[in-house]
């Protein structure tokens, strides 16, 4: 399996996040009441399996391997996906921010969540099909098969350093339990 090949994985799983994510949203805005602890549950997913593990390997891994064979940095594809990177987490801060208005037994929290949810599954979703369509095919024919095999070991080894041995296992859990309570078909 090529390192791309694992990301775009871990792609699909952020996809339904984002379909979980979105539905919330519907809920609320339609005046729903929604489990705080199951908005929780989202932002933990995104936090930890999203940003954490997924976006960790590709900025501190694959993106410096890229470097290193030539493609640059700030310019192109690669300082567009750390600026949308950046962009992402400042979304995410501020629906953190408004479920805690929530607990604080603050209404107008709602708004803010909505808002910034929508605002974080649009720009994910764009974000995505750039690096499947565009970034990872030009990793694929950049780094070498070596460089490739190397890049899946250290995903593996940044996976159980910032997240811990088994949290991805049971991240794909809590995936899976919200997709039954959100996305019932």
């Not at 400042?90 to 709602?110: H, L, N, P, Q, W």
Request: one cysteine or more; charged letters at 35%; hydrophobic letters at 30%.
């Amino acid at each position: 399996m090529k390192p791309t090949e694992q990301l775009k994985e871990e792609h699909k799983a952020i996809k339904v996040a984002l379909s979980i994510l979105s539905n919330v949203s519907k809920k609320l805005k339609s005046g729903e009441t929604v489990n705080q602890e199951d908005l929780g549950r989202i932002l933990e997913f995104i936090k930890s399996f999203a940003d954490t593990c997924h976006h960790g390997k590709e900025e501190d891994l694959l993106f410096v391997a890229m470097e290193k064979v030539g493609i640059p940095r700030d310019r192109g594809p690669i300082g567009t996906m750390l600026r949308e990177h950046e962009t992402g987490r400042s979304y995410v801060r501020s629906m953190s921010e408004a479920i805690e208005k929530y607990k604080a037994g603050e209404t107008s929290y709602s708004s803010q969540f909505i808002q910034n949810a929508g605002r974080y599954v649009e720009l994910l979703t764009q974000h995505i099909d750039k690096e499947d369509n565009i970034l990872y095919p030009m990793a694929d024919t950049q780094l070498s098969e070596e460089k490739q095999r190397q890049l899946i070991e250290e995903f593996e080894k940044l996976e159980q350093e910032r997240i811990g041995i088994g949290k991805h296992e049971e991240l794909h859990e809590l995936l899976h339990n919200l997709k039954d309570k959100y996305l019932k078909s």
